[in-house]
């Protein structure tokens, strides 16, 4: 058995809202590998983000719970990096203020 693992652009870019929003989703039929998910305050005062992993019909799980972003300034989350998807997985966040924080993640699909 051939396993391929390609790097991928899992969340190319997007702005949270004060909702949990999906913003990565295991690819079907193999298991995605977070490396880098990149958290960015937009604005000039401290922001909150809450992330939260939902296996495949399962419950949200909090994996960063209500972790303060300085204004202008970029949180890594090591809580996400390596991370295993199985098909169908996702991960969600939400901010304690919309149109605030942008993220972004890049990884690994292997099938």
């Keep these: 058995m051939t396993t391929n693992v390609n790097p991928a652009v899992l969340q190319p870019g997007a702005v949270l809202t004060t909702s949990t929003v999906t913003y990565i989703t295991g690819a079907a039929n193999s298991q995605t590998i977070i490396k880098r998910v990149v958290f960015t305050n937009v604005t000039a005062g401290a ?53 605030s924080i942008n993220v972004f993640a890049s990884g690994f699909v292997a099938s």
């Design 47 to 99: 922001v909150t983000i809450t992330v939260f992993r939902t296996p495949s019909g399962g419950s949200p799980l909090t994996i960063i719970d209500v972790q303060s972003i300085p204004g202008n300034a970029t949180y890594l989350a090591p809580e996400l990096a390596n991370m295993v998807l199985s098909g169908g997985d996702t991960i969600g966040a939400q901010a304690s203020a919309g149109a």
